[in-house]
């Protein structure tokens, strides 16, 4: 299968080279068109857009969907008192309410618009599954639901709609899962060994992110179930990428923002145990710790991520929501210690992620024109070709 800026023409349209010969019916031969002809211009560059658009674009509404579940924990009156409960119960409810949905219409767009690359792209939806990296991003979608399941301020977690949205939002990464940790230990060149990336730890905040949720919702044994999946695979993923923490030739320099997943991923785990022990122990602690070393160790580490910051992309994205997701286990871990400086932890980092968030709106909404690149490391147009077998 072969996936390049070709794909870019709409589909069943062949084009002949100026000069070109074809053969008629009787067979005689008739001159091709010195100026064949082209695509309206709106249509091509809708099928452009397609093509360049990618689940990476996820990240978007991974980050507003974090943002709500952070406002609605933070504000939660079944929680203790905390720094930040005077801010939030000073905005009305209202602004709660419009920040989740802003979020659930950032994600229906997203999803309007990947269905329709699904249906007029599919070779390049299937290259993009093929990738090490895109891969990755095709859990971000049901993670965004899943937060947003959380943070909702319409439903509770023991009505059965709650429930019934649970399954239909946590099957695909169940099936993504059997996927893909399959091929990280039965195939080749999809041996983790092979293909790990900082991304691939998407895989393994969709299992937290499911098992948090099931916790919510009182279903211990199934929370229980997806939290030992999505911890087994971080272990063996931790340790293959650590040994390689500061070679980052696994991906592009734009997409370096996507190394803060490193932390997220130990700050999600803390916040699914939390819920599943229903107290913020030892555990948890630690995984909150570990999240906090290595937010450390990047943030001191600036040239690694001087390139990607050269030009604005979507890929700065990934910077907001493993800052809000640390945020979130900082206030966790506020409320389990009730000590001043955890609580001015959690006010830093909330803080933080608040403010990250609000520049990436204002970026995005004055460079639009940037969002879709056509350099974008695995966009359709640029993902690595598979040669076929010559016959």
Known sequence: METTS?????????????????ADDDGSMLKASAAPNKPPPLLASRFAMLTRFHAGYFRISLALSGQALLWRTLSDSSTEPNALRPVARSLPSAAFALLWCLALLTLVALCALYAARCVLRFPAVRAEFRHHVGMNYLFAPWISW????????????????????????????LVLDVKVYGQWFTRGRKFLSMV????????????????????????????????AVGAAHYLVLFVTLYQRFLGSDSLPAMLRPVFFLFFAAPSMASLAWCSISMSFDTGCK???????FLFASLVSRPTLFKRAMRRFSVAWWAYSF???????????????VREPAANVLMLALAVLSVIVTLALMVFTAFRTNELLPHDDPFSAATLPTRRTPSS
Request: proline share 8%.
């Open 146 to 173: 899943l937060l947003l399941l959380q943070a909702t301020p319409f439903l509770r977690p023991e009505t059965p709609s709650y429930h019934l949205l649970w399954w239909a939002f946590s099957l695909p990464i």
């Open 196 to 227: 790990a990336n900082p991304a691939s730890h998407m895989t393994v905040i969709a299992n937290l992110v499911t098992a948090r949720a099931a916790a919510k919702m009182g279903w211990h044994e199934g929370a229980v179930a997806m939290f």
């Open 322 to 336: 493993p800052l809000t997701v640390l945020a979130l286990a900082a206030a966790e871990y506020a409320e389990g």
């Open 6 to 22: 070709g794909s870019l023409k709409p589909c069943g349209q062949e084009l002949s080279p100026k000069g070109a010969a074809l």
């Open 286 to 292: 630690m995984l909150f710790f570990l999240s906090l």
